[in-house]
């Protein structure tokens, strides 16, 4: 059986499909594939962001790109995967 978690989404990075007060449910695992929507902690700040592997190159992605550029992770970085977005509620 696999291992599930919730939080609640804060702020307009991801909208258009993730609204502020949106509740998200997502697996509890620690990788992801190029593409999926992840609960991350970068430097210890939690996101949800869209995952993007590409070569050797990590970078989380929001929905609202027109006000949100893409992070990019490096070596540096504290980054860990909590889990892949599998749904969410609306509650707007």
Do not use: R, W
């Amino acid at each position: 059986s696999s291992e599930a978690f919730i939080v609640e989404a804060i702020g307009d990075s991801m909208e258009s499909k993730i609204y502020e007060g949106d509740i998200v449910i997502a697996k509890k695992q620690n990788t992801a594939d190029h593409g999926d929507v992840v609960v991350c902690s970068l430097n210890e700040k939690v996101l949800i962001k869209k995952f993007v592997h590409v070569m050797d190159t990590i970078s989380l992605v929001s929905f609202n790109q027109e006000v949100y550029h893409p992070i990019g992770v490096s070596e540096d970085d504290l980054f860990v995967i909590s889990g892949v977005v599998k749904n969410i509620l609306h509650y707007h």
